[in-house]
């Protein structure tokens, strides 16, 4: 998964990451709204999963990669 995560560039990246983890903007964001629901206890349907990892992934992937690239350049 590494080797994937390194081959991926990082502008792309971000673009993905942003587009997907502000939409939509109105009224709130989804990755903003299901982290607040999940914080509250709300209870989760499938759908509510499925929307929490297709926005959620790409922010995830965005910050492991700035890991690995920030630790390549401190050895």
Avoid: N, Q, S
């Avoid at 560039?9 to 629901?37: D, Q, S």
């Amino acid at each position: 998964m590494g080797a994937l995560l390194d081959r991926v560039p990082v502008i792309p990246l971000i673009v993905v990451a942003f587009m997907l983890g502000v939409a939509p903007l109105t009224p709130e964001p989804h990755l903003v709204e299901k982290i607040r629901w999940l914080i509250a206890g709300f209870p989760f349907k499938p759908i509510d999963w499925l929307d929490l990892l297709m926005h959620g992934v790409p922010v995830l992937f965005l910050l492991v990669k700035l890991l690995r690239m920030a630790a390549v350049k401190a050895a």
